[in-house]
Antibody, heavy 123, light 111 residues
Framework: QVQLQQSGPGLVKPSQTLSLTCAISGDSVYSNIAAWNWLRQSPSRGLEWLGRTYYRTQTRSKWFYDYAPSVKGRLTINPGTSKNQFSLQLNYVTPEDTAVYYC?????????WGQGTTVTVSS | QSVLTQPPSVSGAPGQRVTISCTGSSSNIGAGYDVHWYQQVPGTAPKLLIFRNTNRPSGVPDRFSGSKSGTSASLAITGLQAEDEADYYCHSYDSSLSPVVFGGGTKLTVL
């Protein structure tokens, strides 16, 4: 079955970049029907969708990206090139970015989730 | 504030039926976008409970059902059990600012 395994630091200093990786097993980041999402959850913001990437070959093969307005300009989601994974990079973090971060596959709904990574932004 | 509106909490006794509403607008649920529902036990990742408005993934008991009408959707749970105590979230899509939107979540307490 499909599994997602998250990795990355649990503590990031303010103004630095948060980087997380989600390794995929049982599916491919190049899937033509799935999308690969990042979300986060905190008591103050609830469950918040951050962005996604997906690969489609209908007209010409290319990657697509969608980002939430709340993080657009600070967030980059990258598909893996040599590895079956995708990553999150959130720049200029503040304590407001403290949350549990999840990666998730979007097949029909978000049907597979990573285990979650607790990230604290603090000096 | 979340784009989709859910009641913060609902409760029911074992064996009873409860419903959780998810109210959107003409740019999301009312535009015909699908609604999905998730169950989250504290300390764990959300789990897909209902997809495409009314469908249950394999392994989800038929005590859980979903419906959608106009700009709203609902999750119904019949024959409440203690193990149903969790947070529930609705999820849809939107044609305005953010392509993916969530409800604020509803905490279900089994009395």
């Amino acid at each position: 079955q499909v599994q997602l395994q998250q990795s990355g630091p649990g503590l990031v200093k303010p103004s630095q970049t948060l980087s997380l990786t989600c390794a995929i097993s049982g599916d491919s980041v190049y899937s033509n029907i799935a999308a690969w999402n990042w979300l986060r959850q905190s008591p103050s913001r609830g469950l918040e969708w951050l962005g996604r990437t997906y690969y489609r070959t209908q007209t010409r093969s290319k990657w697509f990206y969608d980002y939430a307005p709340s993080v657009k300009g600070r967030l980059t989601i990258n598909p893996g090139t040599s590895k079956n994974q995708f990553s999150l990079q959130l720049n200029y973090v503040t304590p407001e970015d403290t949350a549990v971060y999840y990666c998730a596959r979007e097949g029909v709904g978000l049907d597979v989730w990573g285990q979650g990574t607790t990230v604290t932004v603090s000096s | 504030q979340s784009v989709l509106t859910q009641p913060p909490s609902v409760s029911g006794a074992p064996g009873q039926r409860v419903t959780i509403s998810c109210t959107g607008s003409s740019s999301n649920i009312g535009a015909g976008y699908d609604v999905h529902w998730y169950q989250q036990v504290p300390g764990t990742a959300p789990k897909l409970l209902i997809f495409r408005n009314t469908n249950r993934p394999s392994g989800v008991p038929d005590r859980f059902s979903g419906s959608k009408s106009g700009t709203s959707a609902s999750l119904a749970i019949t024959g409440l059990q203690a193990e149903d105590e969790a947070d529930y979230y609705c999820h849809s899509y939107d044609s305005s600012l953010s392509p993916v939107v969530f409800g604020g979540g509803t905490k279900l307490t089994v009395l």
